[in-house]
């Protein structure tokens, strides 16, 4: 059986998600939030961070799009992916690749802005520009589902549960809605997704 390591409002949510989709039994684990851990979960997370997702043969792994990526390999009938063999798999690990590289360190930059900068006074000019990263990441998704109903292939992925979760963490939540249409279009058809609100009644990503 998995193990998640997890916290409400973490990235655990699209790996409960993907979890959840894949019907594959788990273990939550809920990880409070505090700067001294438990010496044991810094040798699954050694930069204490959740979500960790350990495997069934005890091995353990941080990184939540790596996590989607593997579940969805190991669970193909799942439909969390595209097929490996899919022209539409390009595009997913693409994506996957640009959210959790360009979206999710800017949304780390604005919330933990103290962890950037050395300058007492400089966490302001740390938040300025993670919101304009954020916003010029958001900006090229909603380019790309320009005309798609998902961000990729013909059927919802973890791609698109972890687009909205980012976009949820979008400090002006109206702002962004109208700034992407396409983003908000995909966001509020998850909204309504049974799955999306079982979720959010404990993450509380947004307004019931």
């Known amino acids: 059986m998995y193990k998640l390591y997890t916290r409400p409002g973490s990235g655990g949510f699209v790996v409960e998600a993907a979890l959840a989709l894949a019907n594959a039994p788990f273990e939550q684990i809920d990880v409070p939030k505090t700067d001294r851990p438990d ?33 969805a390999e190991r669970h193909p009938n799942a439909g969390l992916a595209p097929a490996i063999d899919a022209p539409a798999r390009i595009d997913f690990l693409r994506w996957m690749a640009f959210m959790s590289s360009v979206l999710y360190p800017a949304i780390l930059r604005l919330y933990y802005a103290h962890r950037y900068t050395t300058d007492a006074d ?87």
Request: net charge negative.
């Open 122 to 208: 400089g966490t302001k000019a740390v938040k300025q520009a993670a919101i304009a990263e954020m916003d010029r990441g958001f900006a090229v998704l909603d380019t790309a589902l320009e005309g798609r109903d998902w961000l990729v292939g013909d059927m919802m992925s973890v791609a698109d549960i972890y687009l909205v979760m980012l976009v949820a963490w979008h400090p002006d939540a109206d702002r962004a809605r109208a700034a992407w249409p396409n983003v908000e279009r995909l966001w509020a058809g998850l909204r309504d997704h049974p799955l999306m609100k079982t979720l959010n009644t404990s993450h509380e990503m947004w307004p019931a």
């Open 39 to 71: 010496p044991a979960f810094l040798d699954i997370s050694p930069l204490n961070q959740v979500p960790v997702l350990t495997l069934p043969d005890g091995r353990s792994m941080t990184e939540s799009a790596a996590i989607c990526i593997l579940l």
